[in-house]
């Protein structure tokens, strides 16, 4: 059984750097059968897909265009773990944000998410 | 806006069957990318209910039931219970955004 836990600080101020960790337990982060992602939700924008690390052989990212600038997918094998880092926020990053698994295209474990909102 | 477009909400009453429909476009659900569904429950995170275009996984209902033809997926619910009220997502892929993975905007069911 999967399970991804999430840490990491729910207030974050404008202009700095959002981080958030995903535990995992059940699978590793090196697994090559696997991608591990991030996806957030709010009101005005949906989910949205953010990015994702994966290792085949070696270690790969691919990151959505709408914040490819920004953003720091990092695998951390040691931990069996993963983070993301998301720099230069602003309230428009405000969101509940999932750590997430993908398999061969679709979600099937999900994180419980973590509720970031970027204010001073 | 979301890429993949979902109606708002649906409702229908218990027993009743009710179909959310998914539609996208050539460089998406077209293009031969695989569509997958979401349930998402109040105050919890999305849950994978169909993946492959029509396949459950294991422990779904086989209430739940998915379809894709040209540049559309529908979701069908027969028999609908109590429980099924929550929003329900679809997922696919984008060659005009490099590959990006894509939402539809969600579907409120509301069962009366």
């Known amino acids: 059984q999967v399970q991804l836990q999430q840490s990491g600080p729910g207030l974050v101020k404008p202009s700095q750097t959002l981080s958030l960790t995903c535990d995992i337990s059940?699978?590793?982060?090196?697994?090559?059968?696997?991608?591990w992602n991030w996806i957030r939700q709010s009101p005005s924008r949906g989910l949205e897909w953010l990015g994702r690390?994966?290792?085949?052989?070696?270690?790969?990212?691919d990151y959505a265009v709408s914040v490819k600038s920004r953003i720091t997918i990092s695998p951390h094998t040691s931990k069996n773990q993963f983070s993301l880092q998301l720099n230069s926020v602003t309230p428009e990053d405000t969101a509940l944000y999932y750590c997430?698994?993908?398999?061969?295209?679709?979600?099937?474990?999900w994180g419980q998410g973590t509720l970031v909102t970027v204010s001073s | 806006q979301s890429v993949l477009t979902q109606p708002p909400s649906v409702s229908g009453a218990p027993g009743q069957t009710v179909t959310i429909s998914c539609t996208g476009s050539?460089?998406?659900?077209?293009?031969?990318?695989?569509v997958h569904w979401y349930q998402q429950l109040p105050g919890t995170a999305p849950k994978l209910l169909i993946h492959g275009n029509n396949i459950r996984p294991s422990g779904v209902p086989n209430r739940f039931s998915g379809s894709k033809s040209g540049t559309s997926a529908s979701l069908a619910i027969t028999g609908l219970q109590a429980e099924d009220e929550a929003d329900y997502y679809c997922q696919s892929y984008d060659s005009s955004l490099n590959g990006d993975v894509v939402f539809g905007g969600g579907t409120k069911l509301t069962v009366l």
């Open positions: 690390t994966y290792y085949r052989s070696k270690w790969y990212n």
């Open positions: 059940g699978d590793s982060v090196s697994s090559t059968s696997a991608a």
């Open positions: 997430t698994r993908d398999l061969g295209g679709d979600f099937d474990c």
């Open positions: 050539s460089s998406n659900i077209g293009a031969a990318y695989d």
